[in-house]
T-cell receptor, first 117, second 120 residues
């Protein structure tokens, strides 16, 4: 079974600074997807960024980028120029490529990100 | 238009009652899911349905029964509610066929806004 581990229950960063959230995972699959979801106090689950495991190039979405290390099974999220609106719970998630497709996502336990003004 | 909508957003009820949460998606997806988020924010899959067929049924009490009348709907019925059932329940959907590339969205799950269930 796949597992996703987020070792930082809470992180704090000053506004405009850069912060990195850690995520490691365990799988025997060779092809899979990794995601970071954001959950603000509104409770909505918002997809921040996704990475396909077969791609070596790290995904980027504006101020958000990942450091994907396949051999180390590591998938960290870097948020540059942190803004107050980035304050939320961040979840790392895994999805295998194989299978019928109804396997859904396996989530980590989340990191609560606090932005200090 | 809301892609994945679930109702109600809040549900407060007494122990022992039976309640349902409804979910509908207008994305044309053929796979739908129910996730439970506990008080510590941990998200765990409960069920998944593909083309109205149950695919995943994690270790969930049989008081929880999903019902999928068609591909666009996956409702969750809970019998004899217990205090420990208090949580946020999320519905989600995705397309089950994979596709590659930056434009592909098949592997993404789209979530509803959640139903906060409080059992008193």
């Amino acid at each position: 079974a796949q597992t996703v581990t987020q070792s930082q229950p809470e992180m704090s960063v000053q506004e405009a600074e850069t912060v990195t959230l850690s995520c490691t995972y365990d799988t025997s699959e060779s092809d899979y997807y990794l995601f970071w979801y954001k959950q603000p106090p509104s409770r909505q689950m918002i997809l921040v960024i996704r990475q396909e495991a077969y791609k070596q190039q790290n995904a980027t979405e504006n101020r958000f980028s990942v450091n994907f290390q396949k051999a180390a099974k590591s998938f960290s999220l870097k948020i540059s120029d942190s803004q107050l609106g980035d304050a939320a719970m961040y979840f790392c998630a895994y999805r295998a490529y194989s299978g019928g497709g109804a396997d859904g996502l396996t989530f980590g336990k989340g990191t609560h990100l606090i932005i200090q003004p | 238009d809301t892609a994945v909508s679930q109702t109600p957003k809040y549900l407060v009820t007494q122990m022992g009652n039976d309640k349902s949460i409804k979910c509908e998606q207008n994305l044309g997806h053929d796979t739908m899911y129910w996730y439970k988020q506990d008080s510590k924010k941990f998200l765990k899959i409960m069920f998944s349905y593909n083309n109205k067929e149950l695919i995943i049924n994690e270790t969930v009490p049989n008081r929880f029964s999903p019902k999928s009348p068609d591909k666009a709907h996956l409702n969750l019925h809970i019998n004899s509610l217990e205090l420990g059932d208090s949580a946020v329940y999320f519905c989600a959907s995705s397309q089950d066929r994979r596709a590659r590339g930056p434009a592909a969205t098949n592997e993404k799950l789209f979530f509803g806004s959640g139903t906060q269930l409080s059992v008193l």
